[in-house]
Structures are given as structure tokens and as C-alpha cells.
């Protein structure tokens, strides 16, 4: 099984600060939050495996899922918008942006994987990214 130990929402702590459990986070610290439930088979049936459908499905299912899984929801199990008082606020337009660019890519081009690349993963420091070096076939219709 793939394990990524990948983390979001990095941060630096401005000033020295006190948790609720007593912990003290001294400026300068930097900290981030572990997405690890992310790959949780717990949360996300096979999640290592790619599933254009997954929120999809998860919304299907109703309950917290009805609306957790839409792409501007954040809830322990997704948080990539941040959670609380510090949640994006442009994650509406940032949302509204990709599903336009994604409509007019979709309705102009065509677009596959090159034959001779191998989709990857690469890992640079804390982040898990796409290779910036994927080969693609772009065609405009």
C-alpha cells in the first residue's frame, strides 16, 4: 500500500502560544497538520487508488457526506480549505475558476497521457506533488 505521510496548512507560530492541553508553541516553530486522513480506508474506500467519482459517491451516501464531500466543504476527514476561523474565504472562487478552466479544456481539447509516461508521484519535502514533467498530447478540436 502507498503511504504518504504528507502534511497542509503550514505554518509559523508568530508569538509563543499555549495550547488547550498545556503544550507551549514558541515563536518561530514551524507546524503543520498531518494529512495522513486523507489515505484513511477508514474515510475513503481505496484511498490510493484514483477515483474521479470518490465525493461523488460519498455525497451519494448522505449523512455528514451530503454535504462534506461538495469541493468548498471542510470537516476533520477533508480539510484542505483550512477549518474554523481561518477556513479560505476564496475557496468559492478558487472552486468556481478550476471547474471554468476545466469546462473549456474539456470542451476545446482533447488531452491524454503521452503512451511512453508513466503517471508519478514525487515527493519534495512535506509535499506530495504531480511530476511537473508529465508528458501530454493536447489536440484542439
Not at 508569538?15 to 486523507?38: E, M, S, Y
Not at 491524454?112 to 498530447?137: C, I, W
Request: charged share 25%.
Amino acid at each position: 500500500m502507498l503511504m504518504l505521510r504528507a502534511v497542509n496548512l503550514e505554518r509559523q507560530v508568530i508569538r509563543n502560544t499555549t495550547l488547550p492541553n498545556g503544550q507551549l508553541l514558541r515563536r518561530g516553530t514551524n507546524i503543520a497538520v498531518a494529512t495522513k486522513r486523507f489515505l484513511d480506508s477508514d474515510v475513503y474506500e481505496d484511498p490510493t487508488k484514483f477515483d474521479g467519482y470518490r465525493f461523488l459517491k460519498l455525497q451519494g451516501k448522505g449523512g455528514k457526506w451530503k454535504s462534506a464531500a461538495s469541493v468548498v466543504s471542510t470537516s476533520p476527514d477533508h480539510f484542505v480549505f483550512g477549518m474554523g476561523k481561518f477556513i479560505c474565504p476564496g475557496r468559492f472562487l478558487a472552486a468556481a475558476e478550476v471547474k471554468t478552466a476545466l469546462a473549456v479544456i474539456l470542451r476545446e481539447y482533447d488531452v491524454r497521457l503521452h503512451p511512453d509516461y508513466k503517471p508519478t508521484v514525487m515527493r519534495h519535502g512535506f509535499e506530495v506533488l504531480v511530476d511537473p514533467a508529465v508528458r501530454l498530447q493536447v489536440r484542439k478540436r
